[in-house]
């Protein structure tokens, strides 16, 4: 009876039929779940058998056991849910506890690899989720951002993958960078007699790109073209960002310490820019964390690990922020004579080297005017700005007009019958003296004096 069942649900697990009812009867019956139940259930992307996550569900609470292996492969079949199932179906096997680093025995990977390498976008995002680990590497030492560009780039067994349209595929790059992934790692299979090491991922996404199959296909062709280039731009994005945070490391390294943490300042406003939060930016943090603490500089270092604590990263990591909140909270030790020896040489060098930079600066304000003076032009080549202007003469007229014009002296009070009779929307008598304007009005037709000045001696 359970095997005539088991194969009711296999016929219809294999048309891609979700059969709730026909498992809840088969369950009910008490027998052991088969493996290959489970596995039928993940789905067949190569035969378009789509996935059953319902009859999944119920298989493995009904003791199916989500450490099941698949015979073609001998490896877990989260790896064959990664490869050929759906998001729902690899969620489900992961929330039944199944082991989210479990290695494929060929190659001795992770699910996540196996997700990218078919191209599984989706699949993908659900691992990265959930923090699945991306350190690893192939024996090559191929990173696993090595084998996500494959997918994207590579015409490698293309025909095999899921074509990387849309924003899927720059949200599974940018989760790994998330997650910690070295984007300027190189792999060694193009290491020799003209490379010394072998590529980062950024170079082999631009040797691959130019000859991508998916770039003339007839349906994405065009929608992978944006594709590609939002992924080159994140994948410049990464590499620049961490050389800065290696440059960093080696001024710090000097004691060179602003220089150092400018370095991370840059750093991090490119992840920012990048959208790109989590363990390279809480790395960055904890550098300037401990860096403000060996320039005694406590409560910028508190800043910067708590800024940290905000991003997710290591276990690691975490500890060393938590390390230098901790060390901020301590007040600061009484320095050593050789500590105190150095600052007051640090001070003297900074003292000398402002003194020998006003020197310069005033040897070289000097040279500037005995130059000048020597050539008998201290406006330099273009002059002065007044080289055309004219002294204008003196003007002559007589005082009635000259109050009539507002210039000169104010006017002799009215007298008080004028005052009274005066229309009282004329302007205020006149108590301040009037001036020439610089330049003569009489010359110029638009000014309103030029009547005053017309035909007068200028």
């Avoid at 951002?145 to 067994?157: D, E, R, Y």
């Avoid at 062709?221 to 590499?239: N, S, V």
């Avoid at 975490?318 to 909140?325: E, G, H, M, S, V």
Wanted: charged fraction near 30%.
């Amino acid at each position: 009876m359970a095997q005539a069942k088991a194969q009711v649900i296999l016929s219809k697990l294999q048309k891609g039929q979700d059969c709730e009812d026909e498992t809840k009867e088969f369950l009910a019956l008490g027998s052991s779940v088969p493996d290959g139940l489970l596995l039928t259930a993940l789905g067949n992307r190569s035969q378009q058998i789509k996935s059953s996550p319902k009859s999944l569900r119920l298989l493995l609470d009904g003791k199916g056991s989500p450490h099941a292996s698949d015979p073609q492969t001998q490896g877990p079949i989260i790896h064959s849910a990664c490869w050929h199932g759906s998001a729902d179906v690899v969620r489900i096997l992961l929330e039944c506890r199944a082991d989210l680093e479990a290695k494929e025995p060929r190659m001795g990977t992770p699910p996540l690899n196996t997700a990218l390498a078919a191209g599984n976008a989706t699949v993908c995002l659900e691992l990265l989720n959930r923090n699945a680990d991306v350190q690893w590497k192939h024996h090559d030492g191929a990173t696993a951002l090595h084998v996500a560009t494959a997918w994207i780039a590579s015409s490698h067994n293309s025909n095999l993958r899921m074509p990387p349209v849309g924003e899927e595929p720059r949200a599974v790059i940018a989760m790994m960078l998330h997650n910690g992934i070295d984007p300027t790692q190189t792999e060694g299979m193009t290491k020799g007699t003209n490379r010394s090491v072998g590529m980062t991922p950024l170079e082999s996404f631009r040797r691959e790109i130019a000859r991508s199959p998916w770039r003339d296909d007839e349906q994405i062709g065009k929608k992978f073209d944006k594709t590609a280039k939002l992924i080159h731009t994140l994948l410049e994005q990464g590499e620049k960002a961490v050389k800065l945070k290696q440059d960093g490391n080696k001024k710090f390294s000097a004691k060179k310490h602003e220089d150092a943490l400018k370095d991370w300042a840059e750093a991090r406003s490119i992840w920012e820019k990048a959208d790109v939060r989590g363990h390279h930016s809480a790395v960055l943090w904890n550098n300037e964390a401990t860096c403000r603490r060996n320039m005694k500089d406590l409560d910028g270092c508190r800043k910067a690990a708590e800024e940290g604590l905000t991003h997710y990263t290591t276990d690691a990591i975490r500890q060393k922020l938590k390390f230098n909140i901790a060390e901020s909270e301590k007040p600061l030790p009484e320095p050593t004579p050789e500590e105190k020896a150095q600052i007051e040489e640090e001070l003297r060098l900074k003292a000398e080297k402002a003194k020998e930079k006003a020197q310069k600066h005033k040897e070289e304000l000097k040279e500037i005017t005995q130059k000048s003076v020597q050539s008998g032009d201290i406006y330099g080549e273009g002059g002065s700005a007044q080289k055309d202007y004219v002294m204008p003469g003196p003007y002559i007229c007589p005082m009635d007009q000259a109050y009539d014009m507002g210039i000169g002296p104010p006017p002799p009070p009215k007298p008080w019958w004028e005052e009274k009779e005066a229309d009282s929307d004329e302007d205020a008598p006149r108590t301040g003296i009037g001036y020439l304007p610089a330049h003569h009005p009489g010359n110029d037709p638009q000014h309103p004096l030029y009547h005053h000045y017309r035909g007068k001696n200028p």
